[in-house]
Nanobody, 125 residues
Framework: QVQLVESGGGLVQPGGSLRLSCAASGFTFDEYAIGWFRQAPGKEREGVSC????????YYADSVKGRFTISRDNAKNTVYLQMNSLKPEDTAVYYC??????????????????WGQGTQVTVSS
C-alpha cells in the first residue's frame, strides 16, 4: 500500500533552517508529483509546495516562495523540503502527500491522494 513517512521536524529559532524528508513506498515513485502541506492550529490545511514526477517542475505558495526549496531523489524514493529564513508563522504540522498526477499543474496545490502522518515544525525563540 501507499506509504509516506515524514521526518526532520523540530524546534528552530526564527531565521533558522530545517530540512524535512518524505520517504515513499508502495507505488512507482517517479510517476507521481509529491506535495508538501502544512496545518497550523485553528487553520485550514495549506498547500506549500509541489514537485513533478521528474523533479523538473516545482511550485510554491506565495507565503514560502524564495525561502523554501523542494527537491526529490527518485533513486531513494524521497522528497525533501529545505526551509530557510523560518518565521513563527511557519509553525505547523507539515505533511507530504502523493498527488494524483505526474504534473503538479493537473491538480490544485492543496489537493492530494495519499498522506503521511505529519511532522511538527515549531519556530520560536
Amino acid at each position: 500500500q501507499v506509504q509516506l513517512v515524514e521526518s526532520g521536524g523540530g524546534l528552530v529559532q526564527p531565521g533558522g533552517s530545517l530540512r524535512l524528508s518524505c520517504a515513499a513506498s508502495g507505488f512507482t515513485f517517479d510517476e507521481y508529483a509529491i506535495g508538501w502541506f502544512r496545518q497550523a492550529p485553528g487553520k485550514e490545511r495549506e498547500g506549500v509546495s509541489c514537485i513533478s514526477g521528474s523533479g523538473g517542475g516545482t511550485y510554491y505558495a506565495d507565503s514560502v516562495k524564495g525561502r523554501f526549496t523542494i527537491s526529490r531523489d527518485n533513486a531513494k524514493n524521497t522528497v525533501y523540503l529545505q526551509m530557510n529564513s523560518l518565521k513563527p508563522e511557519d509553525t505547523a504540522v507539515y505533511y507530504c502527500a502523493r498527488k494524483s498526477y505526474y504534473y503538479c499543474s493537473k491538480e490544485p496545490l492543496n489537493k492530494a491522494s495519499y498522506w503521511g502522518q505529519g511532522t511538527q515544525v515549531t519556530v520560536s525563540s
